[in-house]
């Protein structure tokens, strides 16, 4: 089913629509970074970059060397640079093939999260670096819709739950929800020696009907909580390197050198 879901969903022009490549989203952010991370610092006269999830192929050529993966085989018609339909759990590449991966609203669609991450690490260059920006903290009343139908699609517990999501969602609790796993996950990274367990809510993702953005996501990442993941591992995060940029994470993109 998340196979042909994908498939089905990106031969359709209300998901995950091809931009201009300006456009996109990532843009800004992503061409800041592969302009601080040129031939000078590579050493090398092409940085060969790898995108996760690369749907469309929007971002194709914001780069000379580009190889794009994603899961959805429908995509392949929009590529005119490499494309390679894979799963970012078993990519087919040799040990150190890439100087830059990133990955732009990818991650909380992968099931199995810390095999994807870890393939990632092996199919990077040492020294190299991974631009992740995944949604974070997806919720968990997505799958249904709940923000976008109406209180005449629920039964009473449904109207209940959709009536008190703003407080749910409001950032006081969400907060006071995130606090104790990013104690815990700081404790174990300073006192423990061995890697940590990469630490996120799974979420029951709906396959059958796309109510709203991130309907379909798998997982409700931290973006701290995964920081801690890869420096556990021996991985520097250089985009917060502070205490309170790292308390203060909520959004955006976190780069790991490897």
């Not at 994908?6 to 031969?11: A, M, N, P, R």
């Not at 090398?44 to 995108?51: I, N, P, Q, T, Y």
């Not at 190299?128 to 799958?143: D, F, K, N, T, V």
Request: hydrophobic fraction near 35%; proline fraction near 5%.
């Amino acid at each position: 089913m998340y196979e042909e879901f994908y498939d089905k969903q990106y031969s359709r022009d209300q998901y995950a629509r091809t931009l201009k490549m300006e456009q996109h989203a990532f843009y800004k952010v992503l061409r800041g970074y592969i302009s601080k991370y040129d031939e000078k610092y590579f050493g090398k006269e092409k940085v060969k970059c790898l995108e996760i999830g690369s749907g469309r192929g929007a971002l194709q050529d914001i780069v000379e060397d580009y190889t794009g993966v994603d899961y959805a085989s429908t995509v392949e018609p929009y590529y005119h640079k490499k494309f390679v339909n894979a799963s970012a759990t078993k990519l087919p590449f040799k040990d150190g093939t890439f100087d830059l991966i990133w990955s732009y609203a990818v991650l909380e669609h992968i099931p199995d999260l810390e095999l994807a991450l870890e393939e990632m690490l092996r199919v990077v260059c040492g020294g190299g670096h991974l631009i992740l920006s995944p949604a974070w903290h997806c919720r968990p009343w997505a799958a249904e819709g709940y923000q976008v139908r109406p209180y005449s699609d629920f039964k009473l517990k449904g109207k209940i739950y959709k009536f008190f999501i703003p407080v749910l969602d409001s950032l006081p609790l969400r907060a006071l929800g995130q606090l104790p796993p990013r104690i815990a996950a700081w404790i174990k990274l300073k006192f423990r020696k061995r890697p940590l367990k990469l630490q996120y809510k799974k979420l029951r993702a709906n396959y059958e009907r796309f109510w709203q953005s991130d309907s379909d996501a798998c997982n409700a990442l931290d973006p701290l909580l995964m920081i801690y993941w890869f420096e556990s591992r021996g991985y520097n995060c250089v985009s917060h390197t502070t205490f309170l940029s790292r308390l203060l994470i909520r959004h955006g993109e976190i780069d790991i050198q490897c």
